[in-house]
């Protein structure tokens, strides 16, 4: 069975809905989705999927606990990680539950999309899961122009591993990626971990925590790639990413010069820059309009209507603001 995965808790409440709407929006209800809980805190997402006939959140504890404990283990081999953790006040580990998209490698699916909770879908995935008959693992994104948020890029070890032209064809964002049930099972995992207790961990980047792990389970595993990044030709690809600037929105849907967007990640902006517009507060980001249709898609009556002037998401604070920020009365 073919399915879509995200990974979500109630912090990104109105970006899931977003998501599941855009997703709806090119299947109807005939693409089951799988959400995976990024903790606890999960009581508002959990009524909005019992709402959805084909959306399951994924309640496997063993298979959460196994996934947890795995990425615990590896980020106890990493030399610097924890200390560097706990210097910017992080917890002993940071951002655990973002690992938890890898159960998808368990259940409930035999072939999957994953998708972040910030990202919209465009576009029939046909062409993603046709790929899957020849590789393991399909991406679509740019990711290799900037190995610098993927891998420790002052590691020796790094270029030991890995030949220059993997590191700049292999690659990616772990936002978006299409794989298959059981690829990494316990023997492989527990390969993989114990080359990372033998000194690989130096390599991996502590600040994007899995999507370093994913690219280095994938990478080191060797298991097949293609990224549509790479193999299609000039004219028929398109970006992904809200720092795009060029994106055309017809019927919301996003076109890139012509050609109709897989997906649109909007990377880089905070979950409460979503919470705050939907709650009504005036604040402009790049395709705004798109997010709020699909948001808003089957209660338009919700829609905020905004009645002061559209503030830019990233408009330097007022005098005011940095005043009080100052003498630390602002946060």
Known sequence: MDGICTLANDRVYDQLVALLNSIEAIYGQKMPVCVYPYDDN??????????????????????????DEFVRNIWDTHPTAQEHWRQIGSDKYYRVGTHRRYCAFDAPFDRFVYMDADTLLMSSLEQVFAQLNQYDWVVYDFQFKDLSHVYNTS??????????????????????????????DTHKRSW?????RQGEAEILYDMAPDQTILNYMVMRSGISSYNFAHQLIESEKTGCC????????KDN??????????????IGLSSKLFS????????????????????????????????????????????????????????
């Open 192 to 196: 993989l971990l114990e080359k990372l």
């Open 42 to 67: 999960t009581a508002r997402i959990a009524a909005e999927i019992a709402r959805r006939p084909n959306v399951q959140l994924y309640d496997h504890q063993d298979s959460i606990q196994q996934w």
């Open 155 to 184: 590691s020796t070890k790094l270029r030991e591993l890995f030949t220059p032209e993997r590191l700049q064809t292999k690659i990616f964002c772990s936002g978006f990626y299409a794989s298959k049930k059981d690829i990494f």
């Open 242 to 249: 809200v720092t795009s600037s060029h994106f055309q929105a």
């Open 253 to 266: 849907i996003l076109y890139d010069k012509g050609n109709r967007l897989t997906y649109i990640h909007y």
């Open 276 to 331: 705050r517009v939907c709650a009504g507060e005036n604040i402009d980001f790049p395709y705004r309009e798109i997010f709020l249709h699909y948001r808003y898609l089957h209660e338009p009556d919700k829609r905020p209507k905004f009645k002061s002037k559209p503030k830019a998401y990233n408009a330097p604070p007022s005098l005011a603001t940095r005043i009080l920020r100052k003498i630390g009365l602002a946060g």
